[in-house]
């Protein structure tokens, strides 16, 4: 059986947990609570040295400890319904969406967060090495998150979805930013990005997207 290491209130678990689903991939979960930080501990570094979820391990053995190797993996073992495109087009395209909503959006979330939250002094970086934050950051990262939304709508008018005409792992990816950006106070708003605000509803319809 795969085995699922997870955390409810994290965005990049929760990245995979919508992956697994759309899948129907079976799996058991295990909860990873990071507020007391159990990743820290000497029996999650055993499993994932980075000391980061998601983990994915495998029924052959591998332990999968980022977002881009699990979904690689999803995909190939679990093709139907494609995620990352059918064919090289769709491939590319839905590949340079889900960067973006990557890099401009949840990591300019995190950068926004981790940089100014009482709660992640000396934490501004996931994994096993402290790091100090630095504020500048954080106002950088929330004017990076306002136009990531901005971009979002726009890309998002006339459009079901984020890439391609099916949903796939750039709407994963988009939808967990939109929602994570609630830490800094920011979400769509009906005037400004009312596209932003289509889509969303129109996800709301998808079994996975509420888990």
């Not at 391990?57 to 400890?65: A, F, K, N």
Request: glycine share 4%; charged share 25%; hydrophobic share 45%.
């Amino acid at each position: 059986m795969i085995t699922f290491h997870d955390c409810a209130t994290a965005p990049s678990p929760r990245r995979t947990r919508i992956l697994l689903a759309e899948k129907g991939v079976p799996h058991r979960t295990v909860m990873v609570d990071l507020a007391a930080r159990e990743q820290l501990t000497d029996a999650f570094r055993a499993i994932n040295p980075q000391c980061t979820v998601p983990v994915l391990q495998t029924d052959d053995g591998l332990v999968l400890t980022d977002n881009a190797s699990i979904a690689a993996w999803v995909e190939a073992a679990y093709p139907e319904p494609p995620l990352m495109g059918r064919t090289p087009a769709e491939r590319a395209e839905i590949a340079g969406w889900h960067w973006r909503a990557e890099f401009e959006g949840l990591i300019a979330i995190a950068e926004g967060l981790r940089n100014a939250s009482p709660a992640m002094v000396n934490r501004a970086l996931p994994g096993p090495v402290d790091y100090a934050q630095i504020p500048e950051l954080a106002q950088r990262g929330r004017a990076r998150v306002e136009r990531f939304l901005e971009v979002l709508d726009a890309r998002l008018s006339g459009r079901e979805f984020v890439a391609t005409e099916r949903f796939s792992l750039a709407d994963i990816t988009a939808v967990v930013a939109v929602d994570f950006a609630r830490v800094l106070k920011l979400k769509p708003d009906p005037e400004r990005h009312p596209q932003l605000v289509r889509w969303r509803a129109g996800l709301a319809a998808r079994p996975s997207i509420s888990l």
